[in-house]
């Protein structure tokens, strides 16, 4: 009878420590896959930092470890992609983004990335090719900046001006698409309308010295040799009082030109080394 009775209670210890180790094997599982999704949360992270505040060439060397580790994955090679082109390592990064947009789960933005990466590496036909492949139903600021550009570079002005307008619509900083119109309309000849969106730009941001330059440059070409009423430092004024002084040699108003380069060099702060050269070669002759 005894032994009927311990039988029972074998069985019933061999359940509970059964029970235990499946409950602890589930609780193990838990904890791992709990560390693995801090994981994954950790290098997304770790991804985004390396895709904004580190340095562009230390990006690179992450994403070619992580690609190596991974190459299936879509989410590194864009990160590889995009750090090669922060790098201005345009045509690594032309290639980058090739591998990228023929990868399953590639989007329009990708191509769009790739026709970004062809123009800074001047493969303009093949960034035009690629522009014309994207759905014409994906508008961003991005594609249509870039058809602004691939226009001007076929020297299609109509084309260009409404692709340029299309962008300047679509972001809430447009002083750099208003500069890259400006300098469009600048090459064309088209002087008025130059000055007008540099001013623009320039009322946008105050800040962005390039379209000041560009503006000078408009007016000069229009022989209005007086600087435009926009912020500008000391150093700056002498800068483009600089430029100005060139536009007037360049134009044929040689006087106009030495006088506006010793303003510059009596405006700047410090010893203007640039401006004192060109008004030694304009007095040498």
């Known amino acids: 009878m005894r032994h009927l009775i311990l039988i029972p209670a074998l069985v019933a210890s ?68 995009l750090s090669l082109v922060r790098a201005k390592r345009n045509t690594e990064g032309a290639v980058a983004w090739s591998k990228v947009t023929a990868m399953p789960g590639a989007t329009a933005e990708d191509k769009v990335n790739l ?52 962008a300047v619509g679509l972001t809430t900083t447009p002083s750099g698409v208003m500069n890259n119109w400006g300098f469009s309309k600048l090459t064309r000849g088209d002087y008025a309308g130059a000055e007008r969106l540099f001013g623009e730009a320039i009322r946008q941001d105050p800040t962005l010295y390039t379209a000041k330059n560009n503006l000078v440059l408009a007016r000069g070409a229009q022989r209005v040799y007086t600087l435009p009423v926009v912020p500008m430092t000391q150093i700056e004024r002498a800068q483009l009082l600089h430029t100005m002084a060139l536009t007037a040699v360049k134009q044929g108003d040689v006087q106009t030109g030495e006088a506006l380069m010793r303003e510059a060099i009596n405006t700047h702060p410090q010893h203007f080394e640039e401006a004192a050269r060109s008004l030694q070669a304009l007095e040498n002759g």
């Open 14 to 81: 061999g359940l509970a420590l059964s029970g235990c180790a499946n409950k602890d094997k589930k609780a193990e599982e838990t904890v791992e896959r709990a560390f693995q999704d801090v994981n994954v949360v950790d290098e997304s992270n770790l991804n985004d930092v390396m895709l904004t505040v580190a340095d562009p060439n230390e990006a690179v060397s992450y994403f070619t470890r992580a690609t190596k580790a991974a190459p299936g994955r879509i989410d590194l090679q864009r990160g590889l992609a």
């Open 115 to 166: 026709a970004d990466a062809l123009i800074r590496n001047g493969e303009w036909k093949r960034s035009e090719a690629t522009l014309d492949a994207i759905p014409p139903t994906y508008e961003t600021f991005q594609r249509y900046r870039l058809e602004a550009m691939v226009a001007d570079a076929n020297k299609e002005w109509q084309k260009a001006d409404s692709y340029y307008e299309i």
